[in-house]
């Protein structure tokens, strides 16, 4: 068997019909579906056209995938910058890890959230991504943290099997952002605990990349994504790369170069990725009441003025 995917198939379900999966030599099958998932690498690929023709016939949703694929979202933000730097290192709130046997994220770009609650609150977990390239990423040392490949919109997740659900800078770039909440809170466990970050409406990067993103995506357009990037590295890109610079010295105290790929990877996810969305802070309370979820922690945080993203802590009640 080319994964440790076996330890996960007590919740890893087929994502076509939520039926059980079996291991069947160099592939997983759906017990009811009857269809054969295979492994990209060593990583089991769960997403739901994986086994079937398109059961999400999305174009945007498969732009973003291959978009992620090619470059992981990159995160230079520091915990000292965000509301996660103090829920996870203060013992005021350590009542919301008290349950962490499973924990799920989904959407794990290059493993900043992983590494933060490996590190702060010696919980690994477990990683859902519609990208290989994320997946890749977590599965390095020292990250060392397991995962499948995984839409969103369809999780390969039993009902109600999470202690804590992640989904961290990610519903944002989802075409169908409320299917996506059904499944995040269909697989949290009752008691569970969800957080939650998207967007912040009321921010200056939302001006920026509704006045940026059109024309930079046109370039790509015009010239093909392989030329039409290689235009936008030599004119647009530079500029960028140094405001990144000056911000990283004027907010973290860090007044040194960023290297150039982790850099473009960023420029792509704030003003290339095939979508993005942005919510006022009652849009995450119409959610909870929506689904009749108890909000315990909300702040925004990150530069500039007014925090880049809400952060939520949800939880899902008893029954």
């Known amino acids: 068997m080319p994964s440790p995917v076996s330890k996960y198939l007590s ?20 017990v009811t579906s009857g269809l054969r998932y295979g492994f990209v ?9 994986a086994g079937t023709t398109a059961v999400i016939p999305d174009t945007i949703h498969n732009r973003v995938r291959d978009h992620y694929d090619e470059a992981p979202c990159n995160n230079y933000m520091e915990l ?13 709130y350590d009542y919301l890890f008290e349950r962490a046997d499973t924990v799920i994220e ?8 992983v590494q933060a609650f490996k590190e702060h609150r010696g919980i690994t977990p477990f990683g859902i991504d519609l990208a290989f390239g994320s997946i890749r990423q977590i599965q390095r040392s020292p990250l060392n943290a397991d995962g499948v490949l995984g839409s969103n919109l369809r999780l390969p997740v039993a009902d109600e099997v999470a202690d804590i659900v992640i989904s961290h800078g990610v519903t944002h770039h989802t075409p169908d952002p409320l299917r996506c909440f059904m499944e995040l809170v269909r697989i949290l466990k ?34 093909g994504k392989k030329v039409g990037d290689r235009v936008l590295k030599f004119t647009i890109f530079p500029p960028y790369h140094l405001a990144l610079w000056a911000t ?12 150039i790929e982790p850099s473009w990877e960023q420029f792509g996810d704030f003003f290339l990725t095939p979508i993005a969305r942005f919510y006022h802070a009652n849009e995450l309370q119409t959610l909870a009441d929506l689904f009749d979820l108890k909000i315990l922690e ?7 003025k007014h925090g880049f993203s809400h952060f939520v802590w949800y939880e899902k009640p008893l029954k």
């Open 11 to 30: 919740f890893l379900r087929d994502p076509v019909d939520l039926g059980l999966l079996s291991i069947e030599g160099d592939h997983l099958r759906g």
């Open 41 to 49: 690498g060593n990583v089991a690929d769960l997403r739901p056209d």
């Open 80 to 92: 000292d910058n965000l509301p996660l730097g103090r829920w996870l290192r203060d013992s005021k």
């Open 106 to 113: 989904v959407g794990c770009g290059k493993g900043a959230i």
């Open 190 to 223: 009752p008691g569970g605990k969800m957080l939650y970050a998207v967007y912040n409406w009321d921010n200056l990067y939302r001006s920026l990349y509704f006045a940026l993103s059109p024309p930079l995506k046109g370039v790509q357009h015009l010239f």
């Open 248 to 259: 990283l010295g004027c907010v973290q105290g860090k007044w040194k170069f960023p290297a």
């Open 298 to 304: 909300q702040e925004t945080g990150g530069w500039p």
